[in-house]
């Protein structure tokens, strides 16, 4: 590991202040070196959160509702994200963010995983844990978490 340097970082990134400086130190990293920047976004379904109302939405709403707060998500984060020099890809996913991250990075031969320490509200942090902490502990990856 005396020379190991990343040639594939990517950042998880939900629209938070918190993921918009991991997506920046993740940046950094990766033109430091050459490397090539992944920025995803992952949307967790809400699962029961129609159960309040009664029956669930159409599936089309559903998906057309969580394809808009991603695509909102990543763009906010890409239009503040100084790219200049960098290899950029960026992708969409829906699950649970940890499991999608640590998924992704395996399966692009990730050489390094950042994240926000926080971006979640509280209560899905009591309820689910932080998706860093968990990252941590699960990803393939060495994983980087940004204050």
């Known amino acids: 590991m005396e020379n190991w340097r990343p040639g594939v970082v990517i950042v998880g990134v939900d629209g938070s202040d918190q993921s918009l400086r991991a997506a920046q130190v993740a940046a950094a990293i990766a033109r430091s070196v050459g490397g090539r920047l992944h920025?995803?976004?992952v949307v967790r379904p809400p699962e029961g959160w129609w159960g309040v109302v009664g029956s669930p939405p159409p599936a089309d709403a559903l998906s057309?509702?969580?394809?808009?707060?991603?695509?909102?998500?990543l763009d906010r984060t890409l239009d503040r994200l100084p790219t200049d020099g960098i290899e950029l890809t960026s992708a969409e996913e829906i699950g649970d963010p940890a499991s999608a991250l640590t998924s992704l990075a395996d399966d692009m031969g990730a050489d390094l995983l950042v994240v926000g320490r926080r971006g979640a509200g509280m209560v899905e942090r009591l309820i689910l844990g932080s998706v860093a902490d968990r990252v941590a502990h699960?990803?393939?990856c060495p994983v980087l978490i940004v204050p």
């Open 64 to 73: 057309a509702s969580m394809a808009d707060a991603q695509r909102s998500a």
């Open 39 to 41: 920025v995803v976004t």
């Open 138 to 140: 699960d990803a393939p």
